[in-house]
């Protein structure tokens, strides 16, 4: 890994030194966040999307022959949904309940955010004053403060008369960001992002709707988590020496 990410910042350098900077943007997202799961939790668990936001700032490199370059800085939130299997319960002292009670459903909430820098290779395509793009980099990503989740335990027990009762109990937790043994989750990431969009010339700039994947590489924490996520986004560009 450390080896790819050498030879990736080696490229980006090499290929600046006979590129021309043509504009800079900025762009709004929405982001639709999962984890991929681990074989051991895919059993226990399901991985739902979760909503969040993003921010970027881009500058464009012309590489010639349609070819650029856009390194950008952007803030990201990540995280999942994570919902326990409709066959799988606990027993309520697990989570301090009295004897006779069972947690019967356990979902999770949870919001990462990120500093993102994606270093992408864009292909651009069309003619005329509309065109689109392909686009496909690297992306390193920093946690710039703890994570914040949201626990719902649904909980079964009888009543004096035998009949089920059921009631939810929330609780709110942090989830700490780090490299440490004690750390919930690691502070660094990696992933590969592809990406589309379709693009509208202006007189002095472009304005583009975007979409984009990004797959995590490197675990989340021990238990295998991989980050994943879509983002959907508004931009705009403004072109130098037009």
């Given at each position: 890994?450390?080896?790819?990410?050498?030879?990736?910042?080696?490229?980006?350098?090499?290929?600046?030194?006979?590129?021309?900077?043509?504009?800079?943007?900025?762009?709004?997202?929405?982001?639709?966040?999962?984890?991929?799961?681990?074989?051991?939790?895919?059993?226990?668990?399901?991985?739902?999307?979760?909503?969040?936001?993003?921010?970027?700032?881009?500058?464009?490199?012309?590489?010639?022959?349609?070819?650029?370059?856009?390194?950008?800085?952007?803030?990201?939130?990540?995280?999942?949904?994570?919902?326990?299997?409709?066959?799988?319960?606990?027993?309520?002292?697990?989570?301090?309940?009295?004897?006779?009670?069972?947690?019967?459903?356990?979902?999770?909430?949870?919001?990462?955010?990120?500093?993102?820098?994606?270093?992408?290779?864009?292909?651009?395509?069309?003619?005329?004053?509309?065109?689109?793009?392909?686009?496909?980099?690297?992306?390193?990503?920093?946690?710039?403060?703890?994570?914040?989740?949201?626990?719902?335990?649904?909980?079964?027990?009888?009543?004096?008369?035998?009949?089920?009762?059921?009631?939810?109990?929330?609780a709110e937790y942090t989830i700490e960001m780090g490299n440490?043994?004690?750390?919930?989750?690691?502070?660094?990431?990696?992933?590969?992002?592809?990406?589309?969009?379709?693009?509208?010339?202006?007189?002095?700039?472009?304005?583009?709707?975007?979409?984009?994947?990004?797959?995590?590489?490197?675990?989340?924490?021990?238990g295998g988590l991989k980050n994943r996520g879509m983002q959907?986004?508004?931009?705009?560009?403004?072109?130098?020496?037009?």
């Open positions: 890994m450390k080896n790819l990410i050498l030879f990736l910042l080696a490229f980006v350098c090499v290929s600046q030194l006979n590129a021309q900077l043509s504009g800079i943007g900025f762009r709004p997202t929405l982001s639709l966040s999962s984890y991929k799961l681990s074989k051991d939790y895919n059993d226990i668990y399901d991985a739902n999307l979760r909503p969040g936001g993003g921010v970027a700032v881009f500058a464009e490199f012309n590489l010639g022959n349609r070819l650029t370059f856009q390194p950008e800085i952007a803030f990201m939130q990540r995280g999942g949904n994570i919902k326990s299997e409709s066959n799988v319960f606990w027993d309520g002292q697990d989570f301090g309940y009295p004897r006779d009670y069972r947690v019967i459903e356990l979902r999770q909430k949870e919001t990462l955010n990120y500093l993102d820098i994606p270093l992408m290779f864009e292909k651009n395509f069309g003619g005329g004053n509309v065109g689109f793009y392909v686009a496909l980099g690297p992306a390193f990503s920093f946690a710039i403060s703890n994570g914040k989740g949201l626990e719902e335990l649904t909980v079964e027990h009888l009543n004096s008369e035998g009949e089920p009762v059921t009631f939810t109990d929330r440490g043994r004690n750390d919930d989750y690691r502070r660094y990431d990696f992933s590969v992002n592809l990406g589309t969009g379709l693009i509208f010339i202006l007189e002095r700039g472009e304005i583009s709707f975007d979409f984009r994947y990004s797959h995590g590489m490197r675990n989340v924490d021990v959907f986004g508004l931009s705009y560009m403004y072109y130098f020496n037009q």
